[in-house]
């Protein structure tokens, strides 16, 4: 197949009138091209990005990967496909480790689905080893510690998990870094209440990524009449860490989306959903489950004015939007430039992960995941493996 005369978005920069041949699942050349005997899509006026790469969220379209169910894990691919997010990590909640095994199972089978309509990477075990101040919208009944509660059920599935966030002040942190990173998980900083002094250890141990940045996370606070910064800070400064953004305009603002690039860059800093099962939901004043909808006393959240809160609306409870309309954010709101924009949904949070060897650009060699957005950045086609899940060209 061609893709034809698109202003094709590299993590360089944009390059006008370019052409695309898929063969197989694979992007086989990238240039002017001429047609072979092949279906050609026309792309002109068209932008051709690399599909999203989205590496935490719960869910979307009403069902949570915590539900281990295959009709809430359609749900949750179909909306993210649908908007242009080709692959991503199924991310848990705080919640009973036999739960969370349960997801993992589920995710496991869908590692080795083929044919995709989105890819699922892995996971991202998001708690239960937060602190019990920054635990946000997660359940505090089940939080642990590393020190105390055992992790042998992350090492057991280290097939399938990706990513681990931990609060660094947490008993037994820098332990629980090392094993992880032994068997290859990345382990990101989150949902804490540390220092400098607390964490700056646990990053010489191997944490690597901050999950979230500026949400439940701790920051610069007097601390027994001493100034001492948080991991926000020392996120936006280590050129150790790279760092995640809720960009939903709720979470971070565009002011802080500037801050955060002028810190970091492109290439050190990627957006995630953090959607939630209600991610694509109209935004009614609905009533929803955060995690498993079969945990009868799990936390609920509202959705209302475009957001996720607690029922009491203290606080925010997570996204309802996928990564297109965060990199839309990010143009429009925070001026940051389309190419970096989308390197920020797709090259970069590959590379957190380590899947940017396959995955991430339009590169040649590539696999064939593909997203196409009118002038306004809106989804207009979306390909997985090769395959158009989507085409309104
Ligand atoms: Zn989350």
Known sequence: MLIQHGSVVLPTGVKENCDIRIQDNKIADIGKLSPKDEPIVNANGFYVCPGFVDIHTHGGGGGDFMDAEQNSFEQALSFHSRYGTTALLATSVTAP?????????????????????????????????????????????????????SYDFILKNKDVVKTV?????????????????????????????????????????????????????????????????????LGLVDDRLTVEIIADNHHITPEMVKLIYKCKGAEQMCIVSDSLRAGGMPSDESLYILGSKSDCDAQKFIVADGAARLPDRSRLAGSIQPLSQMVKNLVFDAGIDLYEAVAMASLTPAKIIGADHQLGSIQEGKLADICILDKNLQVKAVMVNGVFIRKEL
């Open 165 to 233: 966030t931990i609060a660094p002040e947490l008993d037994g942190a820098i332990t629980m870094t090392k094993a992880l990173r032994e068997v290859g998980i990345v382990v990101c900083g989150g949902h804490d209440d540390g220092y400098k002094d607390i964490i700056l250890p646990v990053i010489e141990a191997g944490l690597t990524h901050c999950t979230h940045l500026w949400c439940a996370m701790s920051t610069v606070a007097m601390r027994n009449g001493v100034r001492s910064v948080g991991l926000c800070e």
């Open 97 to 149: 480790p036999e739960q969370i095994v349960d997801m993992l199972s589920l995710v496991r089978q869908y590692q080795k689905v083929k044919n995709p309509q989105c890819r699922v990477l892995g996971a991202h075990i998001e708690g239960p080893y937060l602190s019990l101040k920054n635990k946000g919208a997660q359940h505090e009944r089940f939080l642990r510690i590393p020190a105390r509660d």
